[in-house]
């Protein structure tokens, strides 16, 4: 058994009630440091930790929301991960680097955000749906493309996306 996970271990056969001990736990589960990393399990013991008054815990549980608030939003920054994700199959993810590309406006990367947006549409994610099936419907050049976005504006509208549901309407209707 390595040093790592002896140590972990050690803390928790320790006295649990203890705030040190409890801040030492979730600094384990934050960094991943002889147990497997869980920001929830860091979360639950630091917290635990900052409401007995332990100042390094309440620092290291804001630092780690705000950090993770940055995280929810794509960036230049933090692209390289959030394209990660989503090459990895992660439905929110696509969506949001699709989003965070075509709001670049750079035309050589068209491919990859339609890719990502048809990945995450496939995968249900309501945002992509409704994005997907705007531009089948208004730009569409086929009975096959109008098709296929009414079937992701039903999809959006199911998730009680109003635009889905108003776009939806509005295909009926013609």
């Known amino acids: 058994m390595d040093e790592l996970r002896e140590h972990f271990e050690d803390l928790l056969e320790s006295d649990q009630s203890d705030p040190q001990i409890q801040f030492e736990i979730g600094k384990c589960y934050l960094e991943g440091s002889g147990v497997e990393r869980d920001l929830r399990l860091a979360e639950k013991w630091l917290g635990r930790a900052a409401e007995q008054g332990h100042e390094e815990a309440r620092a290291l549980l804001n630092a780690n929301r705000a950090e993770e608030k940055a995280e929810r939003e794509v960036t230049e920054d933090n692209l390289p991960r959030w ?5 990895d199959g992660d439905p929110e993810a696509q969506y949001k680097v699709a989003v965070y590309l075509r709001n670049r406006g ?5 491919r990859d955000v339609r890719r990502y947006l048809a990945s995450a549409a496939e995968q249900g994610h309501p945002e992509a749906c409704l994005i997907l099936g705007r531009e089948l419907v208004e730009f569409g050049r086929s009975g096959e493309d109008l098709k296929r976005g009414v079937e992701y504006l039903r999809n959006a509208a ?14 009926y209707a013609r």
């Open 158 to 171: 199911d998730c009680n996306e109003p635009k889905a549901l108003e776009l939806l309407a509005d295909c």
């Open 106 to 110: 750079v035309s050589a990367i068209d």
């Open 83 to 87: 394209c990660v994700r989503a090459e």
